[in-house]
């Protein structure tokens, strides 16, 4: 049996100095502050990100270097996604797609060309979603590097995602052959209500509400909006988990579906079948070790891919993701994104050469 | 003499078709419980007047057209007078059929009509070893 590649699809390069993309960005944001990235507003009370040590409390990824030399303690992987982040919702107009562009200017600079991990790595193309002139101008600028082979958007837009003004965007992405990602992304400051009802008090009930209500809201709009009938090509993972609430939620959009889809005659079939073809949601440690035996059902499994997220505090690891799981669904899970990923991702996976030995066992 | 192969094929008799308002729906007791006649002229509808979704009294909602796309977001109405709507949760059913337009097809039963001497007939068939059906919920 030939032994496929085990991919990590999200890890989070991080920049040594918060204003490292400033080289990228275009002369009339000089003098002016750029955000810092990875910071909303519910720090927990341990270091958000895994420092680099009891010396360097800087996160674990601050460097190509760092990430390299603990490589296989940390992700353990034959391949990763770097996915850069990018302050989420950024206030100034022009601003966002700037950064978004000297943010992949830099991801492709620092980590992709990197000697050490160009063998490894690939890359998520940020996109400034908002702007979507800005962001098909962006998407078709980079399309020519396949070391580009997903998309990234924040979790939080100024509207779900299925709405209309978004649509070319997603046209693009899946034009391209780009699985579009959604990514916890803050810092400046306009991020939406963490709550539907409002703002919570404490870490534990923002980290334990945010990821999967937000990804649900956009899931719901990508479905009521009509976008996976409209873009039949589009693929949408997101990658702060939601697998485990997934079908409950879809249940509640399914059973009235028959008596309103008067209204969205799009709609053709019940939410819940949109599922496998369009949209997977990364393992997350809420979901975690147990994985799947505890919090998942079997078909939230096959809605599953594996990613850490490291250096984020809950990172999880390969060995963690797939206890539990039988041969085959570990190798699924840590090896078969690009079945769902396709595009890009499947043809630069293909070039990835599997270790033999590591993690899957 | 052992009975002949097949269902058994009878008439429920449902009164006279003058009795039946035109383009309005009426309600008979039916052979399995409520049924509900649609007269369109001299044609007949006989739905059971019982949704397969929740059991709601289905005949009771409004006969309506539908919305479809045209392609993405550009919607047309159709079928207006041929889609019946359920009271409860709206599903949506043909009238003349019973069946539901989304898929998986549901339907509500629905019964062939005759029409003989100006008298409604529902053509029942029964199979010959029918169990008795359950009529508590109609």
């Given at each position: 049996m030939s032994i496929r590649p085990t991919i990590d699809c999200v890890v989070h390069p991080w920049p040594g100095a918060s204003e490292d993309i400033r080289e990228f960005l275009p002369a009339r944001w000089d003098g002016q502050p750029i955000p810092r990235i990875g910071r909303y507003f519910y720090p927990p009370s341990i270091p958000e990100w895994t420092p680099i040590g009891d010396d360097d409390t800087r996160p674990a990824t601050s460097s190509p270097e760092l990430l390299a030399e603990s490589w296989d303690a940390s992700i353990g992987t034959d391949g990763a996604i770097l996915v850069p982040l990018t302050r989420g919702l950024i206030p100034e107009p022009d601003l966002g797609p700037a950064v978004c562009r000297a943010t992949n200017e830099w991801l492709r600079a620092k980590w992709l060309d990197h000697p050490a991990l160009r063998d490894r790595v690939a890359g998520a193309v940020r996109i400034d979603p908002e702007d979507a002139a800005a962001a098909v101008a962006e998407l078709d600028r980079v399309a020519g590097d396949p070391r580009f082979v997903t998309v990234a958007v924040p979790l939080q837009g100024r509207e779900p995602y299925g709405s209309r003004r978004y649509l070319p965007v997603w046209q693009k992405a899946a034009?391209?052959?780009?699985?579009?990602?959604?990514?916890?992304?803050?810092?400046?400051?306009?991020?939406?209500?963490?709550?539907?009802?409002?703002?919570?008090?404490?870490?534990?009930?923002?980290?334990?509400?945010?990821?999967?209500?937000?990804?649900?809201?956009?899931?719901?709009?990508?479905?009521?909006?009509?976008?996976?009938?409209?873009?039949?090509?589009?693929?949408?993972?997101?990658?702060?988990?939601?697998?485990?609430?997934?079908?409950?939620?879809?249940?509640?959009?399914?059973?009235?579906?028959?008596?309103?889809?008067?209204?969205?005659?799009?709609?053709?079939?019940?939410?819940?079948?949109?599922?496998?073809?369009?949209?997977?949601?990364?393992?997350?440690?809420?979901?975690?070790?147990?994985?799947?035996?505890?919090?998942?059902?079997?078909?939230?499994?096959?809605?599953?891919?594996?990613?850490?997220?490291?250096?984020?505090?809950?990172?999880?690891?390969?060995?963690?993701?797939?206890?539990?799981?039988?041969?085959?669904?570990?190798?699924?899970?840590?090896?078969?994104?690009?079945?769902?990923?396709?595009?890009?991702?499947?043809?630069?996976?293909?070039?990835?050469?599997?270790?033999?030995?590591?993690?899957?066992? | 003499m052992s009975a002949p192969a097949g269902p058994r094929v009878e008439h429920f008799d449902c009164g006279p078709l003058a009795d039946l308002e035109d383009g309005g729906m009426t309600l008979v007791d039916g052979p399995d419980g409520s049924v509900g006649l649609f007269r369109r002229g001299d044609t007949v509808y006989a739905l059971r007047n019982w949704c397969p979704h929740n059991g709601a009294p289905v005949c009771l909602g409004p006969v309506t057209g539908t919305n479809v796309t045209k392609g993405g977001h550009e919607v047309e109405h159709v079928r207006d007078g041929e889609i019946l709507r359920c009271p409860w949760h709206k599903w949506e059913f043909e009238l003349a059929t019973g069946m539901s337009i989304t898929q998986p097809v549901r339907k509500v039963h629905s019964y062939r009509v005759v029409i003989e001497n100006d008298r409604v007939y529902l053509v029942i068939r029964r199979l010959r070893k029918r169990k008795n059906v359950d009529t508590t919920h109609d």
């Open positions: 034009e391209l052959g780009f699985t579009v990602t959604i990514v916890a992304d803050g810092g400046c400051g306009i991020n939406q209500f963490p709550t539907m009802a409002g703002y919570c008090d404490h870490y534990v009930e923002y980290n334990s509400l945010l990821p999967w209500t937000a990804a649900m809201v956009h899931l719901a709009s990508f479905v009521g909006g009509g976008v996976f009938e409209s873009i039949p090509g589009l693929r949408v993972v997101f990658l702060d988990g939601g697998a485990d609430v997934v079908f409950p939620f879809m249940w509640r959009m399914d059973k009235p579906w028959r008596g309103v889809r008067y209204q969205v005659p799009w709609i053709e079939k019940h939410p819940t079948e949109y599922l496998v073809d369009h949209v997977r949601f990364c393992v997350q440690r809420a979901e975690g070790a147990a994985l799947p035996a505890a919090s998942l059902t079997s078909l939230a499994t096959e809605l599953t891919v594996y990613g850490s997220r490291f250096p984020h505090w809950d990172a999880i690891t390969p060995e963690e993701a797939s206890a539990g799981l039988d041969a085959d669904a570990a190798e699924n899970l840590l090896s078969g994104a690009a079945d769902f990923y396709g595009g890009r991702f499947a043809r630069w996976a293909a070039e990835l050469s599997a270790r033999p030995g590591l993690p899957v066992r | -």
